[in-house]
């Protein structure tokens, strides 16, 4: 089987080296997290060139994953990323990595609010219909690095089962 391609959603400035150790786990395909420079150049261009930036990289991904952080369900391109792939038929899954240690060793942050609470579908929270994976506290890295890819297919399976009833 073929790699899938997804999206990886983030409080960029707080957890992209969180995000960067997932995304080199690389069972599967993930969009480059932009460098620090080129985020600012998008964000220039204020919010219709982060939606655009945000659309394009989005296109052709089957699944949102999204990484939570200790603020990642406050931030509002999370919550634009979210309803986007879920409106576009995306599968969705949520990733708990508080207990992921930084590379700069500031160590591991507290567990965040789950980001599918604060959008909505046919009236329910989203947080109904999309799972969010724990690791183990014990061995974080490796429970994602082993549950990954299932998780990612669930997400597909179980949208497109939503998106048809």
């Known amino acids: 089987m073929a790699k899938r391609r997804v999206f990886y959603s983030f409080h960029y400035k707080k957890d992209v080296m969180r995000a960067s150790i997932i995304r080199n786990i690389g069972v599967i395909e993930g969009n480059s997290i932009v460098s620090d420079n080129d985020w600012e150049k998008v964000k220039i261009g204020?919010?219709?060139?982060?939606?655009?930036?945000?659309?394009?990289?989005?296109?052709?991904?089957?699944?949102?994953?999204?990484?939570?952080?200790?603020?990642?369900?406050?931030?509002?391109?999370?919550k634009y990323e979210i309803e986007k792939a879920w409106n576009d038929g995306k599968g969705v899954v949520g990733i708990y990595i508080h207990n992921i240690i930084r590379y700069d060793a500031s160590?591991?942050?507290?567990?965040?609010?789950?980001?599918?609470d604060n959008s909505f579908f046919n009236r329910?929270?989203?947080?109904?219909?999309?799972?969010?994976f724990?690791?183990?506290?014990?061995?974080?890295?490796?429970?994602?690095?082993?549950?990954?890819?299932?998780l990612v297919e669930?997400?597909?399976?179980?949208?497109?089962?939503?998106?048809?009833?």
């Open 46 to 78: 204020g919010d219709t060139a982060i939606e655009r930036w945000i659309d394009d990289n989005m296109n052709g991904c089957s699944c949102l994953v999204v990484l939570i952080g200790e603020d990642t369900a406050k931030r509002k391109w999370v």
């Open 107 to 116: 160590g591991y942050c507290h567990q965040g609010n789950n980001p599918f």
């Open 154 to 165: 669930k997400a597909i399976t179980n949208r497109q089962k939503s998106h048809c009833s």
């Open 134 to 150: 724990n690791p183990k506290d014990d061995d974080a890295y490796n429970d994602i690095a082993n549950n990954l890819e299932r």
């Open 124 to 132: 329910k929270r989203l947080s109904s219909y999309i799972q969010c």
